[in-house]
């Protein structure tokens, strides 16, 4: 129940759930639940939840909203 792109790279090992991702990078191992990213950059190993924007995460951050 996602929607990934246009423009979107999801990183292998991710998990995309109920958000939309475009515009947007997601790097490996990166978990995004019930989210919207648009021009977005999330490093390797962040977890990202609840509604958004635009974001740039380091690696290993966690982040709700």
């Given at each position: 129940?996602?929607?990934?792109?246009?423009?979107?790279?999801?990183?292998?090992?991710?998990?995309?759930?109920?958000?939309?991702?475009?515009?947007?990078?997601?790097?490996?191992?990166?978990?995004?639940?019930?989210?919207?990213l648009v021009h977005s950059v999330i490093a390797t190993g962040a977890r990202v939840k609840g509604k958004s924007r635009r974001l740039s995460l380091e690696p290993n951050t966690k982040f709700n909203f």
């Open positions: 129940d996602s929607v990934i792109g246009p423009h979107a790279s999801i990183g292998v090992g991710s998990l995309i759930e109920g958000s939309i991702v475009k515009e947007s990078i997601v790097c490996t191992g990166v978990e995004v639940k019930n989210a919207l």
